[in-house]
């Protein structure tokens, strides 16, 4: 294939899922038949994403990095901006109300790019393990859960491999030993074997280095491999499911209430500035 179709097969794929993840990429242009399934194959979508972002045919927010962030304490430039901020990014908690704990776990941290739209707009904490998760987060985050008191439910998003299944095996052992009287429902997004086969899902070689290979059966497969659009719909519906519109329809009043009364005290601010 010619780089010129290649790159079009790129900003097909990347248009159609944006955003998505450099190697999510790589599954859907392999899937077409437009680069073999290698790691030469993989380096060459790569490559050609980032000559395509850098020259304008590919737009930088259709690509997905979860894997850098930056850490800053919030700051503004005076208290009428701080206020201003407040008033409009002032959220009412949801999951209190609706009594459930509700998080979702992903075993990579690119992925987090991908789904956090959803769990951004429901509220829900998306807990970045990075593969197995140390004893110092996964006690945190069991703290978190005995204080709220109410059932949790945890779902998570990991590759189908020796590796990612016991991850998140781990991730339940420990959080049901730190927070024992938890009444826990723990359930896997993706990957799982029936989605293999719904999606005709790309797999490859399960590792021989891995010693926990022996007791894997059959080939591995990345979360990265099922479409972006799919896996922000397996997330968005595992949330709507937990949602009472009642009590939702509450706290979005409370909220647009609480909201006004930041407002008021912004524009008292400013009315008071024009007094003096």
């Known amino acids: 294939m010619q780089l010129g179709e290649l790159d079009a097969v790129i900003r097909d794929v990347a248009r159609a899922e944006q955003p998505l993840t450099v190697r999510g990429a790589f599954y859907r242009v392999m899937s077409r038949g437009a680069v073999p399934k290698t790691e030469t194959g993989y380096r060459t979508v790569q490559r050609r994403i980032l000559i395509m972002r850098r020259d304008g045919r590919l737009p930088y927010s259709w690509i997905a990095d979860g894997t850098r962030w930056q850490v800053k304490p919030q700051s503004w430039r005076n208290v009428e901006e701080a206020l201003e901020n407040t008033a409009q990014t002032y959220r009412r908690q949801l999951w209190n109300a609706q009594g459930i704990h509700l998080e979702v776990w992903s075993e990579k941290d690119a992925i987090t790019s991908v789904v956090s739209t959803i769990t951004e707009q429901w509220d829900v904490p998306l807990m970045v393990a990075r593969g197995f998760s140390s004893e110092t ?77 022996a007791a894997f059966i059959g080939e591995s497969v990345e979360v990265d491999a099922i479409p972006s659009t799919v896996l922000r719909g397996l997330v968005r519906d595992a949330i709507e499911q937990w949602v009472d519109p009642q009590q939702l329809a509450a706290t979005e009043a409370a909220e647009a209430s609480e909201r006004d009364i930041l407002w008021n005290l912004r524009q008292q601010l400013d009315d008071r500035g024009g007094d003096t």
Request: cysteine-free; glycine content about 2%.
């Open 137 to 213: 987060f996964l006690w945190n985050t069991a703290q978190d859960i005995i204080a709220d008191d109410i059932p949790a439910v945890i779902y998570q998003l990991g590759d189908h491999d020796p590796s990612g299944v016991a991850a998140w095996q781990h991730t339940q052992d420990k959080l049901t030993e730190f927070a024992p009287d938890v009444d826990f429902t723990f359930e896997r997004l993706a990957v799982t074997e029936d989605q293999i086969y719904e999606f005709e899902l790309p797999t490859r070689p399960t590792k021989t280095s891995d010693t926990r290979a």
